[in-house]
Every structure is written in structure tokens, then in C-alpha cells.
């Protein structure tokens, strides 16, 4: 069996992201305009909710940045690939095998865009846990130190340079876990992500180089957990 290596991932992404162009800009104008709302292509970045300056431990220019290009990017990419798809189902001679390059951007930036927003929506807190959600982590992982502790180990297996730590309400076990999400396209399928952690080294290098850790401790003190217990309570409801 061949192993998938990071290097084979990236590889693919490539490979996807060429399909994607394949797929012509002019298709996209002739069938963009007539667009069901599920290909609309229409989607608006959201505005930080926090002053980025007055964080603790992430500067300005770091989350500047993240936001500014990496998000914003995968709300632009996700725009067009939409439209694309919209153009794709107009012509009935479209190639299956350049439509399953679209869906597959279609996913990774959806889950891009989603995990992003539950990432920086969550910032801007004081970091100190409590509500529903604080006792739900104690009962379910003994205590509130030991799920902070299994959430901290499952981000740091991520410090390599790509992917998602994920606390996250599964709505099939009714359970609260730590998901390894190796990118954006990775996750409990019927999961509620109440906490993005993202482990992509954009996150961080610019601050920490390669001192993943630090990164981690200065993201915990930001959380905003006014905004995770919020999310429990309609994930459980």
C-alpha cells in the first residue's frame, strides 16, 4: 500500500486548484448570471468582531494577515468555484472528471471558510471558561484540566505545518470530543465545531517560527467562551 504522504496532499491540492482554472472563465460569465442560490457564488467575508490590536499575545500584524488573506481567500475562492459549478451544470457535454476537481475545491473551501469564522469568532475573550459547556468538558473528560489537556496534545500533533484542532458537540453520539482534522476538508460528519484551533503554520509563524506551543498557550488566552458556550447550547438543543 502507498503511503499518502503531506507532500502527496499538496500534490493533489495542486492538481485540483489546476482543474479549477481548466474550467474556463468565459463559462463562467455565460452561466454565473442564471446561478440557483446554491452556486449564487455571493459570499461576503465577516468582519473581525474584535480589535486585533488588543490581543494578548497575537499581534496585529499576524491576525492582519491571516484574516486579510487566507480567509478572505478562501471566501473569493469559494465565489468562484461556485460560479463555476453554475456554468458546468449549463453545458450537459461538461467532463465528470474536471466536475469532481470543482466539488472537491467546492469542499475544501467551504470548510476553509467555515472553520475560519468559528476560528476568529472565538478570539478576543479573556480566556477563562465557563457556562454550560465548562461543566459539560469536566463531566466528560473527568475535569476541565484534562480536556484542555487532550485539546492542547491534539493541536500540538498538528504543529507540523498543516490542519484543525476541533472541539466538537457530535450530534450522532450526543458527545463532546477533540477532533485531529488534518485539513479543511476533515471532521466529524455530523459534528458541531464549537472551537477551531487552526494549526496551519500561517496561523502562528509569523509570531512563534516554529514554537507552535506558544502559539497554542496565546490562543487559549483569547478564547472567548461566552461565544463556545453559545454554541454548546444551540448544538445541544
Do not use: C
Request: glycine content about 8%; hydrophobic content about 45%; proline content about 3%.
Amino acid at each position: 500500500m502507498t503511503n499518502v504522504t503531506r507532500r502527496n496532499a499538496l500534490a493533489a491540492a495542486g492538481a485540483g486548484a489546476a482543474i479549477v482554472s481548466l474550467a474556463g472563465s468565459s463559462a463562467v460569465a455565460q452561466g454565473a448570471a442564471a446561478a440557483a442560490p446554491a452556486f449564487a457564488g455571493q459570499h461576503q467575508p465577516r468582519p473581525l468582531k474584535f480589535d486585533p490590536a488588543k490581543l494578548t499575545g497575537l499581534s496585529e500584524k499576524l491576525i492582519t494577515s491571516h484574516w486579510q488573506n487566507n480567509y478572505q481567500g478562501s471566501v473569493k475562492g469559494l465565489n468562484t468555484v461556485e460560479q463555476k459549478l453554475a456554468a458546468a451544470m449549463a453545458d450537459k457535454d461538461f467532463p465528470p472528471l474536471i466536475y469532481s476537481g470543482l466539488k472537491r475545491e467546492e469542499l475544501h473551501r467551504t470548510g476553509s471558510v467555515v472553520l475560519h469564522e468559528n476560528y476568529f469568532d472565538t478570539l478576543g475573550g479573556n480566556g477563562k471558561p465557563a457556562g454550560d459547556v465548562a461543566r459539560a468538558l469536566a463531566a466528560a473528560f473527568g475535569s476541565f484540566d484534562a480536556w484542555e489537556a487532550e485539546f492542547r496534545r491534539t493541536a500540538m500533533a498538528l504543529s507540523g505545518g498543516s490542519g484543525w484542532a476541533i472541539l466538537t458537540w457530535n450530534r450522532h453520539t450526543k458527545s463532546l470530543h477533540n477532533y485531529w482534522a488534518w485539513d479543511h476538508m476533515h471532521g466529524a460528519v455530523t459534528g458541531a465545531p464549537l472551537i477551531a484551533l487552526d494549526m496551519y503554520e500561517h496561523a502562528f509563524h509569523m509570531d512563534y517560527g516554529s514554537a507552535a506551543a506558544k502559539y497554542v498557550d496565546a490562543v487559549m488566552t483569547n478564547l472567548d467562551w461566552e461565544i463556545v458556550d453559545a454554541r454548546y447550547r444551540a448544538a445541544v438543543a
